[in-house]
């Protein structure tokens, strides 16, 4: 979490306007400073008291009275004290907090030592501030409207937003992959199905960036950007490549945390003030969360651009053309998600490899429920089946989902919802809530069409996830009941004699219609 610079930064400091001295204290708090020169910091030369309680008695009498014990003058720079200014940055936060953790009551009564080394080290961890500068900062003076401020500052955001993944990408390269490579902390095969495309897109968004830096004229202002943009979107097509290998390339990065030295670097780099506290996997889906922004980017410019403006022709169809783009990255990555995950199921029984399973080309939902024994499971929703999971290993340590029970086709579900508080009897949930009689966010499904498979009462971890899956699972019937009946009518028509088809097409109201009907 990135270190603010506002009003809160001041709760880490207390200022007392009857002290003159500047004290050291163990919490990190600020005391107001004495106009000399250097600072003083009040150090008692009394013997340490053996006993917790005394020390933390004459710490507080250090505090709260004025003191007639000898006083040392420390330098500057002998003493951590001597980093702290009233200046509110993040750096303050960070040096308060390194004290705090490496000055204890007992140092009260001896000179600090010098500033550790570590302490620089630590406050490093701290995340990297982004540039929030505005367009409005770089320009000294404008004549205006507010609406076209508001079109020239959405427009310099779409600027910044480019320069900014072009640096974190790059930085992915050097930082991550290519020391992973050279260590042999991983293999290039491994490091190639993590990374994808990731190297292809720096260029791509280069060349966006250097266009958007053209359209600036010499007040700094940006005229048309729909034509840019409309010449620019098809070269994102290159993300349906790289978002579909997202689902095997997070599988396999959370496999290789496992081991000590891929965990222990990347971990290291965490830390780091480069990463801005951003682990791999938030850096590999930067382009993702890019890709999904532009529409709405486009939206804004759009609402500030006035009906006169020569881009207002032109961003209703860059828009339409971005949406269809994210449309079709979507569409190839949840086919890739479901294809993925239907390869990773290993099914304990033949009779659980349901067509439907096989035939289901995208995923409504999957994640983590209890069953009514308290167990949890990996709950996939398919397109057309419903599978209930037990995670587990392979033999080379990847993960697969051991099919549970006896998966049902959305076309045969019959969704009930379970109010919460119902009581917990008949059977159900009677493992998972001992000693309570109440159940909450819990639903049941069972087959209509199958007497053989038993009910399935599954508990969500909270009321709007248990709604979203209720939400899913309505939607998943419907649609699978109206493709079944489209399937059956279609089939039907395929059987149906053909001199039949006549019989439909006659007029009742004439007798000449069906002698021409028959004739043929």
């Not at 409207?145 to 310099?156: D, N």
């Not at 729909?226 to 290159?238: D, I, K, Q, R, V």
């Not at 003030?273 to 993702?288: H, I, T, V």
Request: net charge negative.
């Amino acid at each position: 979490m990135e270190v603010e610079d506002t009003g809160e930064t001041r709760t880490s400091w207390s200022t007392a306007a009857e002290d003159r001295h500047i004290l050291c204290d163990h919490a990190g708090k600020k005391r107001k400073q004495d106009p000399a020169p250097a600072p003083v910091i009040r150090i008692t030369e009394d013997e340490e008291e053996d006993e917790d309680g005394e020390i933390m008695s004459d710490h507080m009498k250090d505090s709260e009275e004025p003191s007639n014990k000898r006083v040392k003058p420390v330098v500057k720079s002998n003493s951590l004290t001597g980093l702290i200014t009233p200046t509110k940055t993040p750096a303050l936060k960070r040096i308060g907090q390194s004290i705090s953790r490496s000055i204890s009551f007992r140092t009260e009564a001896r000179p600090l030592p010098p500033a550790p080394l570590r302490a620089r080290t630590k406050a490093s961890s701290f995340p990297r501030r982004r540039n929030s500068q505005c367009w409005s900062d770089t320009v000294e003076s404008h004549d205006l409207t507010a609406k076209e401020i508001k079109r020239q500052e959405v427009i310099y955001e779409l600027t910044q937003g480019e320069r900014q993944l072009i640096d974190d990408l790059s930085l992915v390269k050097k930082v991550y992959y290519e020391p992973m490579l050279k260590l042999d902390i991983m293999t290039e095969s491994e490091l190639g199905q993590i990374f994808g495309t990731l190297d292809s897109l720096i260029p791509l968004h280069q060349d966006l960036l250097s266009r958007l830096e053209r359209l600036r004229g010499s007040e700094k202002t940006v005229g048309e950007v729909g034509p840019t943009l409309m010449n620019w979107f098809p070269c994102l097509e290159a993300y349906v490549t790289y978002c579909c290998n997202q689902v095997g390339a997070k599988a396999l990065l959370d496999q290789k945390k496992q081991e000590k030295r891929v965990e222990h670097f990347l971990r290291l780099c965490q830390e780091s003030s480069f990463s801005r506290k951003l682990d791999l996997w938030n850096f590999l889906d930067l382009p993702r969360s890019r890709l999904v922004k532009y529409p709405l980017l486009l939206k804004e410019i759009q609402k500030c651009t006035p009906p006169d403006h020569p881009d207002e022709d032109t961003l209703p169809d860059a828009l339409e053309l971005i949406q269809s783009i994210v449309g079709e990255v979507n569409k190839k990555t949840g086919e890739a998600e479901c294809q993925f995950y239907r390869r990773g199921l290993s099914y304990l029984d033949e009779s659980q490899r349901l067509p439907e399973i096989q035939l289901s080309r995208f995923l409504y939902c999957h994640g983590e429920l209890k069953n009514n024994k308290g167990q949890r499971l990996h709950v996939f929703l398919f397109e057309l089946a419903l599978v209930l999971s037990r995670p587990g290993e392979d033999k080379d340590g990847g993960q697969v989902f051991n099919v549970y029970r006896q998966p049902l086709p959305n076309a045969l579900i019959n969704l009930e919802e379970i109010p919460d508080g119902e009581a917990a009897g008949g059977g159900t949930f009677r493992g998972a809530f001992t000693g309570n009689d109440k159940v909450r966010n819990c639903f049941r499904v069972s087959s209509r069409g199958r007497s053989k498979v038993n009910p399935y009462s599954l508990q969500a971890n909270d009321s709007f996830s248990k709604q979203q899956w209720i939400t899913c699972l309505r939607q998943a019937i419907v649609q699978s009941r109206d493709r079944t009946a489209q399937t059956s009518q279609s089939q039907l028509s395929l059987h149906t004699d053909p001199a039949l088809y006549h019989i439909a097409e006659l007029s009742l109201s004439s007798d000449t219609d069906m002698e021409d009907h028959t004739g043929r």
